[in-house]
């Protein structure tokens, strides 16, 4: 299922009841004495909410069970941005579990402070008149959507599909695990997201993305060798891209692209990154702190890979492939 960033109903938030004061206190009970993992045993957890509330409270603890099943718990651990994972998470359980948008919004909240340690009162989607709806045909470059539990901005529109690249930066990992000669096609970053992250997604979900055959381009300021074709589920994007796709300044394929006659390179204005004013576009986040992040392209040698700057300037000299403070922010071509 993908979800659609869109207008927000304030009678959604209007219709608010209370849960039993009494399954609240034994959720907490149970938090209390067992530890707060206890959230991600559902099947524990089952037993000891029947033997707390002495087989009371049946529909709101198999309510309760409904929503960690439907890994709200794992979700929620993993979010940026709780108001809007609130709305998001409130949305899939009515669309996809059918459950009443008032009791599971009153069990998220419970979630919300045990995980969080704080209600989310929504107050900040109400004010920016957001919500989260099924994915429908009212597409806009820019619009950012819900695809398996991650935020996605939409790069490019053709026909039936749309390009979209993760909104944050979903983790901290090397280009490659050793410093060495690689190319895209063989670093161990591509093997990690064509395999294990490909893998997060649901078997639905993984029928949507699009296999995409990737030509990697030797770098041209440096010429520096690009590989081989690829297939790629899940990819970077590469230098060309990282302008194409921010304001298409053509700075990337102009600015450095000038060799002597005894074919030396000659460095212009920045000598080894570009930058402009779609700099801001480019920027992002890894735990609410500005991160620099990977392109698949390679760098000014072979040991190295491009990547983009906390501040949104693009370095096409790059840095080592086997530094361990880059972001990954993967990119990929989706069904509609």
Known sequence: MIYLSRGFSENTSAEISVIENNFQEIIFRIIEDKGKDIIFDTVKLKSLLLDYTKNEYKKETNL????LNAECAKIINMTDDPDLCKIFLAKRLEEEHSLSPIK???MLDL???ILLGKNINSKKVQQSQRIIMPFNDQLELGTVI???NYYWRILDIQNDKILILSENI???RQYNI????VTWDNCTLRKYLNNEFFNNFSAEQQKNIINTRNYNNNNYWYNTNGGIKTNDKIFLLDLDESDKYFGNSTDYVSKKRKIQDIGKIIPDINGYYFTNNHDSQRVTEFKHKSCWWWLRSPGGNCKSAACVYD??????????VNNLHGGVRPALWLNL
């Not at 309760?64 to 929503?67: G, V």
């Open 64 to 67: 309760f069970i409904t929503i």
């Open 104 to 106: 599971s919004s009153q």
């Open 111 to 113: 979630l919300f402070v």
């Open 146 to 148: 819900i695809f398996g």
């Open 170 to 172: 979903i983790e901290i």
């Open 178 to 181: 050793v410093s060495e000669n």
């Open 311 to 320: 501040d949104g300037g693009v370095n096409v000299s790059g840095f080592i």
